[in-house]
């Protein structure tokens, strides 16, 4: 089986190198690499400037996290976007992140998020790349934003809020991301639920520590890395119903089409 990884963080795993051999080894093809700020995108980018034989291809999504909202590195974040177009292939991972209460009482921390958010999502808009967009206690806001802003490739990446919020964003026809969680939460079941297969990607967040089953029926966390994208893939066949061969073509099908994949590898 040959699948993508659609959102990992290879500029934060240790020893990438050997994570990207057991990836590809356990027929991950290839990875979108979002990065979280001016920092991490270049690292993703110098890694995918090291593709090597034996490793899956590596796409890179550039980009600002509004937990590292930051005016001054933004800046350096667009220019680099700007700069390496021909190079990257979406904005991400962007959005807005009311979780903690320190944000979320404070107005002026919100402000800079939204500012940060909007000027990435009105360039990709300009530029035409596909957004990842990261959520977190501001579902209903990020929604709004997009559509404010008109952006029309939307990826909400691993998403955690209501369900009324969630079958508006299918509604207009964005896509959503399942991750290992899909195997323990009770709370992405019932979003995933909702998902057509037709608007699902798959991923792991990597390096995100994830919960899974032993033998012995006891729970254990794991670190994850690209190659337990397979986690996923049980976890979304298990779902709805479907045999994991068929949700994996549908899935690279849509990863393909999302963010603009040539990848003969895969068809
Ligand atoms: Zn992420």
Redesign the pocket.
Known sequence: MKIIDT???LDEILDIDSALVRAYQSGVRAVMA?G?DGKSSKKNFELSQRQQDGWPKIYVAVGM?PSQANENDLNDCIAFISHQAMSIKAVG?IGLDFWYPWVKKSEEKKELQRYVFKRQLELARQLDFPV?I?SRGAWQECLETVLAIGNQKVLF??YSGPVDIFKKILDKGFFVSATPALSYSAHAKEAIEQAPLEQLLIET?SP?VFKRLKEDGMGEEFRAEPKDVFVTLEAVSFLKKKEKQIVLQKVNENAKYFFNLDLEEIR
Do not use: L
Request: hydrophobic share 40%; aromatic share 8%.
């Open positions: 959102h990992a963080h979002p979280v996290h991972e990842i990261h990446h691993w967040d995100v």
